[in-house]
């Protein structure tokens, strides 16, 4: 029997389910993996079905069919400017994004532990964070002109303050009982970081950094259709303005979705490692 | 034989919501605990009992009175007492190994050793590797036990570390405390609700009175080890603590 499995037989021997709280019996579907791969196919291909006979059926020229999205993807592949804008999107989320990682996780962290850094900075954090970040752009475009700075910049500030309370919120909600075990251990200010307060924040910190992601993708299709002049948001707009090319904006928005797919699978990967998922597992 | 503890006259008060109207917790407790000596703390639940031991652990402040340690005066948490928690007390995010030596050097020439020495004798051999998630609350407390042994500390400071562990998983689980602290010599300061747990363990228990807490009585358990538990003489003695925190003895046998 595996370590794992030795421990949970242990465990359902052993423990005492909480007053008021019965275990329920989880239903286990007939075939996990069928179903978790059949059914999300089933479901996007009456969803291409559905979109193709409603634009049969309103007789729209301008609107593109799945199948007109799937020739402009192509044609963008083939004149290289799939690629191109594929690339030029991703390198400003990277570049914004890891800004806002670099930033937002060591504030975070300094404003959680310390309570009057906390209490000082707080209220301007909570004040500058619901402004959208589209309603940067105009001073984005000011300060860097139009130019990959500004989607940057906007990349940026619009992942840096949900990494920062994400951090901030983890070392407020450490358990108490592992600061006091590190102390009775006799542990100093840098090693109770490093050793404690490092390790205990990282899945909640992960997860700040997980929704950042998300948001960071978000804004810089927003971004690009106003600051510059490449990269999938460009695309889009682009694709309208000169001749009404449909098929080319759902090309593009369909590759954000993908890409944003991707990206977010990526971090969830993160979650998977030991010394991260004892903070999801509920 | 000296003082491991000694409490001397010592208060406990939370300043109260109406001003000038202290709340006091711990009233003139007074009590000693010796070098290697087994003692347990009993009393109703929320007396007292677990800030108690964290005065004494270094993580709470008395308010007057004397509390020596090894002959100092206690203040903050010290490596050479360590703690062990009610629960959880262990780091989820390292493994059996990583936990155990978690108070040692790592440069300590003696790692190996005293981890295998420490996991044999807590009895989670083959679980090194593991990560607490994948243990039952009682392997966790043993990784708990261990840490703290591996340690080395003069004195260990438990509060009500297996209460939250079912009947069965408890009485192993002090049978086995038994085995180790005499192969060990610790001293141990255990803090304990439950009248029957103390009987088992202690030499002596300190039995604390309601809120605002004292010492009400101080009990030896002068019986033999392993004990058995329907000796006319551990009955007489768990009674006469049932008695003296005014509860029946016929309502309390259960063990809760």
Redesign the interface.
């Known amino acids: 029997m595996s370590v794992a499995a030795e421990g949970a037989a242990e465990r359902a021997r052993e423990q005492t389910p909480p007053a008021g709280a019965l275990p329920i019996p989880a239903k286990r579907p007939a075939h996990p993996a069928l179903l978790k791969v059949g059914l999300p196919l089933l479901v996007a291909a009456l969803f291409l079905l559905a979109w193709d006979i409603s634009v049969r059926l309103s007789g729209s020229d301008i609107f593109p069919k799945p199948v007109d999205v799937l020739r402009g993807i192509v044609e963008l592949a083939r004149k290289g400017l799939l690629l191109k804008y594929i690339v030029a999107s991703l390198f400003r989320v990277t570049v914004g994004f890891a800004g806002a990682v670099i930033v937002g996780v060591p504030v975070g962290l300094l404003l959680g532990w310390f309570n009057r850094l906390f209490f000082a900075f707080n209220p301007m954090i909570q004040v500058l964070r619901p402004i959208s970040p589209i309603a940067w752009i105009p001073v984005a475009i000011l300060w860097f002109g139009v130019d990959d700075k500004a989607p940057i910049f906007l990349i940026f500030l619009s992942s840096v303050f949900p990494i920062t309370v994400s951090a901030m919120a983890a070392v407020q909600n450490i358990q108490p009982v592992y600061i006091r075990a590190a102390r009775n251990f006799g542990l100093g200010q840098m090693e109770l970081f490093r050793r404690v307060i490092l390790p205990a924040t990282l899945p909640q910190v992960l997860t700040g950094i997980r929704i950042a992601l998300g948001v960071a993708w978000l804004v810089v299709v927003a971004a690009e259709m106003i600051a510059v002049n490449s990269g999938l948001g460009y695309l889009i707009i682009d694709a309208r303005n000169a001749g009404k090319r449909y098929d080319l904006v759902v090309a593009g928005m369909v590759m954000i979705g993908l890409i944003g797919l991707a990206l977010d699978l990526l971090v969830r990967r993160l979650e998977k490692f030991d010394e991260v998922r004892w903070g999801y597992s509920r | 034989m000296s003082h491991a503890v000694e409490l001397r006259d010592v208060w406990m008060s939370f300043p109260g919501k109406a001003e000038g109207e202290p709340v006091h917790v711990l009233e003139r407790i007074d009590l000693s605990v010796m070098k290697g000596e087994f003692v347990c703390i009993v009393g109703p639940s929320g007396c007292g009992k677990s800030t108690l031991l964290n005065i004494v ?1 270094g ?1 709470l402040p008395h308010t007057r009175g004397q509390v020596l340690v090894e002959g100092q005066p206690v203040h ?4 050479r ?3 062990v ?1 009610q629960e ?7 493994t059996v190994t990583d936990n155990i030596l ?2 040692l050097d790592r440069d300590n020439p003696r790692r190996e050793e005293l981890l295998n020495h420490y996991v044999e004798m807590v009895g989670l051999k ?2 090194e ?11 966790r407390q043993r990784v708990e036990i261990a840490r703290a042994l591996a ?1 080395s500390p003069d004195i260990i400071y438990m509060d009500e570390p297996f209460g939250a ?2 009947f ?2 408890r009485l192993k689980m002090r049978t086995d405390l038994i085995r180790i602290w005499q192969e060990e010599r610790k001293t141990i300061l255990f803090v304990t609700h439950d009248i029957e747990e103390a009987v088992q363990l202690a030499d002596r228990i300190i039995v604390m009175s309601r809120r605002p807490a004292s010492v009400q009585e101080v009990v030896t358990v002068d019986l033999p080890r392993p004990r058995d538990l329907d000796s006319r003489e551990y009955l007489a003695t768990r009674d006469r603590i049932f008695g003296i925190m005014g509860l029946s003895a016929k309502v309390g046998t259960s063990g809760h």
């Open positions: 652990g993580f903050g948490p010290d490596a007492r360590i703690f928690f959880n007390g262990i780091f989820p995010w390292l978690f108070g083959g679980f590797k593991a990560y607490p998630r994948e243990l039952s609350g009682g392997m340690a562990l079912d069965l998983t």
